[in-house]
């Protein structure tokens, strides 16, 4: 498993942060990080696939 280190992504952070999602949401929003992360891909992409999933949408 990816270690997660979000320090230098501070936008998804705060908006993580602020938002109250439940716990299911919660896991798919941290695969669908880990995915961004192991593609080595920098942080406005990032936030890019992260609204083109719909943030914490439905996934298969």
Known sequence: MVK???SHSP???NTFLQAKYSLENVAS???VLEEI???RKGPFVA???MSAVG???SRD
């Open 4 to 6: 997660i280190d979000l």
């Open 29 to 31: 929003y941290v695969v």
């Open 55 to 57: 943030w914490l949408g």
């Open 47 to 49: 936030i890019y696939e």
């Open 37 to 39: 992360l192991q593609k």
């Open 11 to 13: 936008v998804i952070v």
